[in-house]
């Protein structure tokens, strides 16, 4: 939980329903929730649940505004730390609520979980284009470590000689907003 919002972990059931774009009786959604992004982070998340079992606390997560309990987007994990304690994170807001801060916030949050939770480093990335979300990496802590010709790569790191790559693993997207630049990153890619 945040000042403003509330990362609240997916079930799998919720996952479906995000899946299928139908809110199940107890869920508060925005319009425009979920976008395509959001659809494929709860796809993936679904995918690792059937492969080897819910991976929580490295999961997917909705964003809710805590004042209302509405979710606005997405935020997870693409699965466990592999063998050197590295995670791959994605994000992502429907458009009315970007430009506000809360992808920063919501960032932070997930940052915090997997710091709490013994990680040693986290990985996202951007298209060259997507400032938004090179922003929203820079502001919540993560810092720039490379580019190749499509995408930016931010890590953050929390051990000293951690024998981590400079990035890898997962492709940014500018999630389902066409051309315009929007705030998402790696796991809200639609396959």
């Not at 997997?114 to 986290?122: D, I, K, L, W």
Request: glycine share 14%.
């Amino acid at each position: 939980m945040t000042t403003r919002l509330v990362l609240h972990p997916l079930t799998p059931a919720e996952a479906e329903c995000v899946v299928q774009g139908r809110p199940g009786p107890d869920a508060l959604w925005a319009p425009d929730y979920p976008n395509v992004g959001d659809r494929a982070g709860a796809r993936h998340f679904l995918e690792h649940c059937a492969d080897t079992g819910n991976p929580q606390p490295f999961g997917a997560y909705e964003i809710r505004l805590r004042e209302d309990g509405h979710a606005i987007g997405g935020a997870g994990f693409h699965g466990v730390p592999d063998d050197r304690g590295q995670v791959t994170i994605g994000y992502g807001l429907i458009p009315a609520m970007r430009g506000k801060g809360y992808a920063s916030e919501a960032l932070r949050a997930l940052l915090e979980i997997a710091r709490t939770a013994g990680v040693a480093s986290v990985r996202g990335d951007a298209d060259l284009d997507n400032t938004a979300s090179q922003h929203v990496m820079t502001a919540a802590g993560m810092h720039f470590v490379g580019e190749d010709d499509l995408l930016r790569h931010y890590r953050i790191d929390w051990t000293a000689g951690s024998a981590a790559e400079p990035w890898g693993g997962a492709t940014a997207t500018d999630g389902a907003a066409g051309s315009e630049p929007s705030p998402e990153v790696s796991a809200r890619r639609p396959s």
